[in-house]
Protein backbone atom coordinates (compact mmCIF):
# COMPACT_ATOMS: atom_id res chain seq x y z
CA UNK A 1 0.00 0.00 0.00
CA UNK A 2 1.32 3.40 -1.12
CA UNK A 3 3.03 6.06 2.15
CA UNK A 4 -0.02 7.50 3.29
CA UNK A 5 1.81 11.02 2.35
CA UNK A 6 0.84 9.89 -1.28
CA UNK A 7 -2.66 9.28 -0.81
CA UNK A 8 -3.26 13.04 -0.03
CA UNK A 9 -2.02 13.92 -3.41
CA UNK A 10 -4.57 11.26 -4.40
CA UNK A 11 -7.42 12.82 -2.59
CA UNK A 12 -6.46 16.11 -3.86
CA UNK A 13 -6.25 14.90 -7.66
CA UNK A 14 -9.38 13.36 -7.18
CA UNK A 15 -11.10 16.03 -5.74
CA UNK A 16 -9.42 18.45 -8.74
CA UNK A 17 -11.13 15.87 -11.33
CA UNK A 18 -14.48 15.85 -10.08
CA UNK A 19 -14.29 19.72 -9.73
CA UNK A 20 -14.77 20.15 -6.21
CA UNK A 21 -14.80 23.12 -4.55
CA UNK A 22 -12.03 21.91 -2.26
CA UNK A 23 -8.99 24.43 -2.45
CA UNK A 24 -6.35 25.72 0.07
CA UNK A 25 -5.79 29.39 0.23
CA UNK A 26 -2.88 30.36 -1.63
CA UNK A 27 -1.12 31.90 1.22
CA UNK A 28 -1.43 28.65 3.71
CA UNK A 29 0.34 26.99 0.13
CA UNK A 30 3.33 29.52 0.14
CA UNK A 31 3.64 28.87 3.81
CA UNK A 32 3.77 24.87 3.26
CA UNK A 33 5.89 25.84 0.78
CA UNK A 34 8.44 27.27 2.41
CA UNK A 35 7.94 25.09 5.71
CA UNK A 36 8.61 21.95 3.70
CA UNK A 37 12.08 23.85 1.55
CA UNK A 38 13.26 24.89 4.92
CA UNK A 39 12.68 21.39 6.74
CA UNK A 40 13.94 19.75 3.77
CA UNK A 41 17.44 21.85 3.99
CA UNK A 42 17.56 21.34 7.81
CA UNK A 43 17.21 17.51 7.78
CA UNK A 44 20.04 17.59 5.31
CA UNK A 45 22.26 19.98 6.90
CA UNK A 46 21.64 18.03 10.32
CA UNK A 47 22.59 14.60 8.72
CA UNK A 48 26.04 16.45 6.95
CA UNK A 49 26.90 17.91 10.45
CA UNK A 50 30.02 16.91 10.85
CA UNK A 51 30.02 14.18 8.02
CA UNK A 52 31.13 16.48 5.28
CA UNK A 53 34.11 15.73 3.11
CA UNK A 54 35.91 16.35 0.26
CA UNK A 55 35.49 12.62 -1.05
CA UNK A 56 32.19 13.87 -2.08
CA UNK A 57 33.44 16.16 -4.60
CA UNK A 58 33.68 13.93 -7.57
CA UNK A 59 29.94 12.55 -6.60
CA UNK A 60 28.77 16.08 -6.61
CA UNK A 61 30.20 16.87 -9.70
CA UNK A 62 29.26 13.53 -11.45
CA UNK A 63 24.87 14.96 -10.39
CA UNK A 64 25.95 18.17 -11.93
CA UNK A 65 26.80 16.97 -14.73
CA UNK A 66 23.88 14.81 -15.04
CA UNK A 67 21.76 18.00 -14.37
CA UNK A 68 23.67 19.46 -17.64
CA UNK A 69 23.36 16.36 -19.89
CA UNK A 70 19.72 15.52 -19.64
CA UNK A 71 17.95 18.83 -20.81
CA UNK A 72 20.99 18.58 -23.85
CA UNK A 73 19.68 15.41 -24.77
CA UNK A 74 16.30 15.74 -24.21
CA UNK A 75 16.15 19.16 -26.94
CA UNK A 76 16.41 17.28 -29.95
CA UNK A 77 13.65 14.72 -28.96
CA UNK A 78 11.39 17.42 -28.19
CA UNK A 79 12.08 19.55 -31.02
CA UNK A 80 12.46 16.79 -33.52
CA UNK A 81 10.21 13.91 -32.63
CA UNK A 82 7.12 15.87 -30.15
CA UNK A 83 7.60 18.76 -32.69
CA UNK A 84 7.92 21.52 -30.07
CA UNK A 85 8.95 24.67 -30.86
CA UNK A 86 12.36 25.61 -30.40
CA UNK A 87 10.98 27.82 -26.94
CA UNK A 88 8.88 25.26 -25.96
CA UNK A 89 11.30 22.58 -26.72
CA UNK A 90 14.54 24.59 -24.38
CA UNK A 91 11.63 25.11 -21.84
CA UNK A 92 10.94 21.77 -21.12
CA UNK A 93 14.40 20.34 -21.62
CA UNK A 94 15.08 23.10 -18.49
CA UNK A 95 12.21 21.62 -16.73
CA UNK A 96 13.03 18.14 -16.86
CA UNK A 97 16.96 18.36 -16.52
CA UNK A 98 16.00 20.33 -13.11
CA UNK A 99 14.24 18.95 -10.45
CA UNK A 100 10.97 18.43 -8.17
CA UNK A 101 11.52 19.34 -4.82
CA UNK A 102 8.41 17.45 -3.77
CA UNK A 103 9.15 14.54 -5.15
CA UNK A 104 12.14 14.38 -3.34
CA UNK A 105 10.28 15.05 -0.27
CA UNK A 106 8.49 12.02 -1.26
CA UNK A 107 11.24 9.88 -1.71
CA UNK A 108 12.92 11.02 1.41
CA UNK A 109 9.54 9.78 3.41
CA UNK A 110 9.83 6.61 1.16
CA UNK A 111 13.15 5.72 1.94
CA UNK A 112 13.16 6.45 5.02
CA UNK A 113 9.13 4.62 5.98
CA UNK A 114 11.47 1.46 4.49
CA UNK A 115 14.36 1.73 6.86
CA UNK A 116 16.84 2.61 3.66
CA UNK A 117 19.99 3.30 4.79
CA UNK A 118 20.52 7.47 3.07
CA UNK A 119 23.76 9.06 2.70
CA UNK A 120 24.30 12.39 4.50
CA UNK A 121 24.74 14.04 1.14
CA UNK A 122 21.08 13.29 -0.46
CA UNK A 123 19.79 17.30 -0.18
CA UNK A 124 23.03 18.45 -2.29
CA UNK A 125 21.62 16.21 -4.93
CA UNK A 126 18.39 18.98 -5.10
CA UNK A 127 20.89 21.92 -4.90
CA UNK A 128 23.40 20.29 -7.44
CA UNK A 129 20.47 19.13 -9.99
CA UNK A 130 18.42 22.43 -9.66
CA UNK A 131 20.53 24.99 -11.06
CA UNK A 132 22.67 23.87 -14.55
CA UNK A 133 19.21 22.87 -16.53
CA UNK A 134 18.03 26.24 -16.15
CA UNK A 135 21.12 27.45 -17.38
CA UNK A 136 21.27 24.99 -20.75
CA UNK A 137 17.79 25.76 -21.41
CA UNK A 138 18.66 28.98 -22.32
CA UNK A 139 21.21 28.41 -24.16
CA UNK A 140 19.99 26.32 -26.17
CA UNK A 141 17.28 28.47 -26.94
CA UNK A 142 19.63 31.29 -27.42
CA UNK A 143 21.57 28.67 -30.10
CA UNK A 144 18.51 27.53 -31.81
CA UNK A 145 16.13 30.44 -31.92
CA UNK A 146 17.02 32.37 -34.83
CA UNK A 147 14.77 34.99 -34.10
CA UNK A 148 15.90 35.60 -30.43
CA UNK A 149 15.23 38.98 -28.98
CA UNK A 150 16.52 37.81 -25.21
CA UNK A 151 19.59 38.31 -25.60
CA UNK A 152 19.60 41.87 -24.81
CA UNK A 153 16.44 41.43 -22.49
CA UNK A 154 17.75 38.82 -20.19
CA UNK A 155 21.64 38.72 -19.48
CA UNK A 156 23.11 35.60 -18.55
CA UNK A 157 24.07 37.02 -15.62
CA UNK A 158 20.43 37.84 -14.87
CA UNK A 159 19.62 34.38 -15.48
CA UNK A 160 21.79 33.16 -12.72
CA UNK A 161 20.67 35.69 -9.88
CA UNK A 162 16.99 34.67 -10.84
CA UNK A 163 18.14 30.99 -10.41
CA UNK A 164 20.21 31.16 -6.97
CA UNK A 165 17.96 33.68 -5.67
CA UNK A 166 14.80 32.10 -5.82
CA UNK A 167 13.08 31.39 -2.57
CA UNK A 168 13.15 27.95 -3.03
CA UNK A 169 16.57 27.76 -3.45
CA UNK A 170 17.67 30.37 -0.79
CA UNK A 171 15.30 27.66 1.85
CA UNK A 172 17.32 25.02 0.20
CA UNK A 173 20.54 26.11 0.85
CA UNK A 174 20.39 27.59 3.78
CA UNK A 175 18.83 25.52 5.56
CA UNK A 176 21.38 22.99 4.79
CA UNK A 177 23.83 25.49 6.17
CA UNK A 178 22.29 26.12 9.36
CA UNK A 179 21.78 22.78 9.78
CA UNK A 180 25.44 21.88 9.45
CA UNK A 181 26.16 24.37 11.92
CA UNK A 182 24.04 23.25 14.53
CA UNK A 183 23.22 19.77 13.77
CA UNK A 184 20.81 18.00 15.75
CA UNK A 185 20.93 18.71 19.48
CA UNK A 186 22.32 22.30 19.14
CA UNK A 187 19.42 23.28 17.33
CA UNK A 188 16.96 20.91 18.99
CA UNK A 189 14.94 23.70 20.32
CA UNK A 190 13.54 24.65 16.75
CA UNK A 191 14.91 21.55 14.32
CA UNK A 192 13.05 19.25 16.04
CA UNK A 193 9.69 21.27 15.66
CA UNK A 194 10.10 20.90 11.73
CA UNK A 195 11.59 17.49 11.36
CA UNK A 196 8.86 16.13 13.60
CA UNK A 197 6.03 17.73 11.71
CA UNK A 198 7.57 16.78 8.42
CA UNK A 199 5.03 14.74 7.20
CA UNK A 200 2.05 16.53 8.15
CA UNK A 201 3.38 19.63 6.14
CA UNK A 202 4.01 17.45 2.94
CA UNK A 203 0.98 15.79 3.32
CA UNK A 204 -1.15 19.11 3.30
CA UNK A 205 1.63 20.51 0.46
CA UNK A 206 0.60 17.02 -1.45
CA UNK A 207 -3.32 17.42 -1.04
CA UNK A 208 -2.46 21.15 -2.69
CA UNK A 209 -0.31 19.78 -5.56
CA UNK A 210 -2.96 16.81 -6.78
CA UNK A 211 -5.55 19.72 -7.04
CA UNK A 212 -3.38 21.56 -8.91
CA UNK A 213 -2.00 18.64 -11.10
CA UNK A 214 -5.88 18.46 -11.89
CA UNK A 215 -6.56 21.51 -12.71
CA UNK A 216 -3.50 21.27 -15.52
CA UNK A 217 -5.50 17.95 -16.87
CA UNK A 218 -8.67 19.76 -17.69
CA UNK A 219 -9.94 19.88 -20.26
CA UNK A 220 -8.12 16.79 -21.69
CA UNK A 221 -5.51 17.88 -23.93
CA UNK A 222 -5.66 15.26 -26.03
CA UNK A 223 -3.78 17.14 -29.04
CA UNK A 224 -0.81 17.14 -26.89
CA UNK A 225 -0.40 12.86 -26.76
CA UNK A 226 2.75 12.94 -27.79
CA UNK A 227 4.30 15.19 -25.19
CA UNK A 228 1.76 13.03 -22.51
CA UNK A 229 3.88 9.82 -23.99
CA UNK A 230 7.20 12.07 -23.24
CA UNK A 231 6.04 13.13 -19.92
CA UNK A 232 4.94 9.16 -18.67
CA UNK A 233 7.88 7.31 -20.26
CA UNK A 234 10.83 9.77 -19.55
CA UNK A 235 10.86 9.60 -16.05
CA UNK A 236 10.89 5.40 -16.20
CA UNK A 237 14.12 6.37 -18.80
CA UNK A 238 16.06 8.61 -16.67
CA UNK A 239 15.08 7.03 -13.17
CA UNK A 240 16.73 3.80 -14.35
CA UNK A 241 19.57 5.80 -15.05
CA UNK A 242 19.75 7.57 -11.85
CA UNK A 243 19.55 3.45 -10.35
CA UNK A 244 22.19 2.76 -12.59
CA UNK A 245 24.51 5.78 -11.39
CA UNK A 246 24.09 5.91 -8.15
CA UNK A 247 25.02 1.70 -7.63
CA UNK A 248 27.98 2.73 -9.87
CA UNK A 249 28.66 5.30 -7.32
CA UNK A 250 28.31 2.92 -4.65
CA UNK A 251 25.50 4.74 -2.98
CA UNK A 252 23.41 3.83 -0.03
CA UNK A 253 19.89 2.21 -1.28
CA UNK A 254 18.11 4.72 0.56
CA UNK A 255 20.40 7.23 -1.86
CA UNK A 256 20.10 5.41 -4.81
CA UNK A 257 15.88 5.92 -4.81
CA UNK A 258 16.46 9.46 -3.94
CA UNK A 259 19.05 10.15 -6.66
CA UNK A 260 16.75 8.33 -9.36
CA UNK A 261 13.41 9.80 -8.30
CA UNK A 262 15.18 13.51 -8.37
CA UNK A 263 16.55 12.36 -11.95
CA UNK A 264 13.07 11.13 -13.09
CA UNK A 265 11.38 14.11 -11.65
CA UNK A 266 10.52 17.94 -13.40
CA UNK A 267 10.63 21.03 -11.86
CA UNK A 268 7.36 22.78 -11.27
CA UNK A 269 8.48 25.53 -8.81
CA UNK A 270 11.97 27.22 -9.62
CA UNK A 271 12.51 25.92 -13.30
CA UNK A 272 8.73 28.03 -14.35
CA UNK A 273 9.79 31.11 -12.73
CA UNK A 274 13.12 31.19 -14.02
CA UNK A 275 11.82 30.31 -17.59
CA UNK A 276 9.40 32.56 -17.61
CA UNK A 277 11.63 35.50 -17.56
CA UNK A 278 14.64 34.33 -19.88
CA UNK A 279 12.30 32.73 -22.39
CA UNK A 280 9.36 34.71 -22.67
CA UNK A 281 8.30 32.85 -26.14
CA UNK A 282 8.03 29.46 -24.11
CA UNK A 283 4.24 28.59 -23.32
CA UNK A 284 4.42 27.74 -19.04
CA UNK A 285 1.20 26.39 -19.09
CA UNK A 286 2.75 23.13 -21.39
CA UNK A 287 5.96 22.62 -18.58
CA UNK A 288 3.13 22.65 -16.71
CA UNK A 289 0.86 19.87 -17.68
CA UNK A 290 4.18 17.42 -18.69
CA UNK A 291 5.74 18.27 -15.37
CA UNK A 292 3.10 18.71 -12.67
CA UNK A 293 -0.37 17.10 -14.43
CA UNK A 294 1.67 14.06 -15.61
CA UNK A 295 5.57 13.28 -14.24
CA UNK A 296 4.74 14.26 -10.79
CA UNK A 297 1.56 11.90 -10.14
CA UNK A 298 3.40 9.05 -11.74
CA UNK A 299 6.41 9.29 -9.64
CA UNK A 300 4.46 9.78 -6.67
CA UNK A 301 2.21 7.38 -7.26
CA UNK A 302 4.08 4.70 -8.83
CA UNK A 303 7.69 5.64 -9.81
CA UNK A 304 9.44 5.88 -6.71
CA UNK A 305 8.16 2.51 -5.91
CA UNK A 306 9.48 1.21 -9.05
CA UNK A 307 13.14 2.54 -8.72
CA UNK A 308 13.38 1.02 -5.20
CA UNK A 309 12.71 -2.16 -6.82
CA UNK A 310 14.94 -1.71 -9.66
CA UNK A 311 17.52 -0.92 -7.34
CA UNK A 312 17.09 -3.94 -5.04
CA UNK A 313 17.00 -6.12 -8.11
CA UNK A 314 20.85 -4.24 -9.70
CA UNK A 315 22.13 -4.59 -6.45
Known amino acids: MPD ?67 PLALYPLLSKVIGLSVANSASIAAHYGSVSAGTFAVALAFAE ?53 NKSVILLVGGVIIGMMYGTQQGSQVTSLLTSSFKVVLALFLLEMGINAAQTLRPTPWHQWRLAIFALTMPMILGSLGVVVGLTLGLEQGSVVILASLLASASYIAAPAAIKAA ?37
Do not use: C
Open 4 to 70: IVVMFFVLGLVAGLLRSDLTIPKATYETLSLLLMLTIGLKGGMVLHGNLDWRLLPQMLTVMALGALI
Open 113 to 165: SKLLPIGPEVTLYLVMLELPAIIIGLLLFRRFDKKDDTQQQTPLSHLWHETLT
Open 279 to 315: IPKADIGLAMLSSLGLTFPFNVIIGIGLYHQLAVYLS
